[in-house]
């Protein structure tokens, strides 16, 4: 296997220093368009395996002056990553080839803010569900054959299900 990103690793205690540091960075880039900046993804979670990578959700007013800020993104050493679903901007950031932070950008309404949120915070929360999530991610990087699209593939199932799991608790 030719695992093309960076390995699980056990929680480190500097990814939420490194969350603040970029988004103080990213910021300015959305001034009055910006309406909030989350560390979400799994090193977001304290205690939860992941790879070393800082997810940043920004959400905007709306997402309609994209290229208002996508030329400031690229600036920053950020590349365009693909709209994972429509409102849903992704970009990812690499620092000599190793990918360092996913940037996700939406509109404050869009339903994936939503979702990254309770999942982060239903993950924090729940000991039982992150130590499975922990060892679920392990399982599928081991046993991983053709990349990320594989491991990502490999984890929706689980994460469908928590989310279900955390409207049902609301």
Request: proline share 4%.
């Amino acid at each position: 296997m030719d695992w093309e990103y960076a390995k699980i690793t056990e929680y480190d205690k500097q990814w939420p220093l490194e969350f603040e540091f970029e988004a103080t960075r990213l910021r300015p880039i959305f001034a009055s368009r910006l309406v909030s900046i989350h560390h979400v993804g799994s090193t977001a979670v304290e205690g939860l395996a992941a790879k070393p990578e800082i997810d940043v959700l920004i959400t905007v007013i709306d997402c309609e002056p994209l290229e208002n800020w996508q030329g400031n993104l690229i600036e920053m050493g950020y590349r365009c990553g693909g709209d994972l679903v429509e409102g849903h901007h992704f970009f990812k950031r690499d620092v000599n080839g190793v990918r360092t932070h996913k940037l996700h950008v939406c509109a404050q309404e869009h339903p994936q803010v939503t979702r990254m949120l309770r999942i982060r915070d239903h993950l924090r929360a729940n000991d039982e569900d992150r130590a499975a999530y922990t060892a679920l991610k392990r399982h599928l990087e081991k046993q991983n054959q053709t990349g990320i699209a594989e491991y990502l593939d490999g984890k929706s199932p689980f994460l469908d299900k928590l989310y279900e799991k955390c409207c049902s608790n609301s």
